[in-house]
T-cell receptor, first 113, second 109 residues
Framework: GAGVSQSPSNKVTEKGKDVELRCDPISGHTALYWYRQSLGQGLEFLIYFQGNSAPDKSGLPSDRFSAERTGGSVSTLTIQRTQQEDSAVYLC???????????FGPGTRLTVL | RKEVEQDPGPFNVPEGATVAFNCTYSNSASQSFFWYRQDCRKEPKLLMSVYSSGNEDGRFTAQLNRASQYISLLIRDSKLSDSATYLCVVTPDPNKLTFGTGTRLAVRP
């Protein structure tokens, strides 16, 4: 399909382990966003990429969180030394940029035991 | 104060009812406004943009009041399939969407 894809769809990990989440945006979309949604909560902005650079990392909760984007396409969000409060759905969205509609992937549901 | 505030609901209405959701935002510099819909355990999807002049898409009408920093969504003739969470979204800058926590709608037969 031509939509945003994310992997894995579900991830269960033990506290203290590192996890890597992947996002494949829609081809040709220059901007890519990561959000986090905890149970019953709204979407929390984490980081945004324009091409391969991240002009806005203001939403990353701590230095355990990092993200990169290569080739202006795939992005990975890495959480080191996971904590139980990291449990959430991590959503990725892409857009042509600016005020255009953001298209979301199905998310990765992360559970930290 | 939250950047975007919505009544969380739930709004529980019978089929055929008209229901209205409200949203207020704090950043007067916001330029674009949207309503997204999120079904249970699914990703958000754009429902409609919101323009100053107001806009309508079938049974859905969106209104923006910049002076009061207020956005509304009206759903007429509610269907069972309208049951979802409706997210109010504003853009304080072109590259960042700020989401409200959403208003949950349940339409009953």
């Amino acid at each position: 399909g031509a939509g945003v894809s994310q992997s894995p769809s579900n991830k269960v990990t033990e506290k203290g382990k590192d996890v890597e989440l992947r996002c494949d945006p829609i081809s040709g979309h220059t901007a890519l966003y990561w959000y986090r949604q905890s149970l019953g909560q709204g979407l929390e902005f984490l980081i945004y990429f324009q091409g391969n650079s991240a002009p806005d990392k203001s939403g990353l909760p701590s230095d355990r969180f990092s993200a990169e984007r290569t080739g202006g396409s795939v992005s990975t969000l890495t959480i080191q030394r996971t904590q139980q409060e990291d449990s959430a759905v991590y959503l990725c969205a892409s857009t042509r940029g600016g005020y255009n509609e953001q298209f979301f992937g199905p998310g990765t549901r992360l559970t930290v035991l | 104060r939250k950047e975007v505030e919505q009544d969380p609901g739930p709004f529980n209405v019978p089929e055929g009812a008209t229901v209205a959701f409200n949203c207020t935002y704090s950043n007067s510099a916001s330029q674009s406004f949207f309503w997204y819909r999120q079904d249970c355990r699914k990703e958000p999807k754009l429902l409609m943009s919101v323009y100053s002049s107001g806009n309508e898409d079938g049974r859905f009408t969106a209104q923006l009041n910049r002076a009061s920093q207020y956005i509304s969504l009206l759903i007429r003739d509610s269907k069972l399939s309208d049951s979802a969470t409706y997210l109010c979204v504003v853009t304080p800058d072109p590259n960042k969407l700020t989401f409200g926590t959403g208003t949950r709608l349940a339409v009953r037969p």
